[in-house]
């Protein structure tokens, strides 16, 4: 699991063009906001790596996770492209966000 967040927030950084282009128009200061969260993935996924912060990076994960489901809302409810099979991924990733927490959950 911390291999997965660590890995998740690096191209925050390294491309966050990509993340801006999701970023829900309500929400300002997109930048600053691709860069928090991959901050926060990164942060978090290191305290998973310690018996001693495990839990705290647990709860910071959870935390991100519940603060970035607005956004995955938002990409499935404004999408308006062909591919349908696109669309189906992010139905899909909805329930999965919920799994991830949970998972997140069980180390806390």
Same mark, same amino acid.
């Given at each position: 699991?911390? @291999?997965?967040?660590? @890995?998740a927030?690096?191209p925050?950084?390294?491309?966050?063009?990509?993340?801006?282009?999701?970023?829900?128009?309500?929400?300002?200061y997109?930048?600053?906001?691709v860069?928090l969260s +991959?901050a926060?993935? &990164?942060?978090? +996924?290191v305290l998973?790596?310690f018996?001693?912060?495990?839990?705290?990076?647990a709860?910071g994960?959870? @935390?991100?996770?519940?603060?970035?489901f607005? @956004?995955?809302i938002d990409?499935?409810v404004q999408?308006k +492209?062909?591919? &349908?099979?696109?669309?189906?991924?992010?139905?899909?990733?909805?329930?999965v966000q919920?799994?991830?927490?949970?998972?997140?959950?069980?180390f806390?």
């Open positions: 699991m911390a @291999a997965m967040y660590i @890995a927030g690096i925050h950084f390294w491309k966050p063009k990509a993340y801006i282009k999701i970023m829900p128009r309500y929400l300002p997109h930048l600053e906001l860069y +991959g926060l993935e &990164i942060l978090f +996924g998973l790596l018996p001693e912060t495990q839990s705290l990076g709860w994960i959870i @935390a991100v996770l519940i603060g970035v607005p @956004a995955n990409m499935v999408y +492209g062909k591919r &349908i099979w696109y669309k189906v991924l992010l139905w899909l990733r909805l329930p919920f799994w991830l927490i949970y998972w997140a959950w069980i806390t």
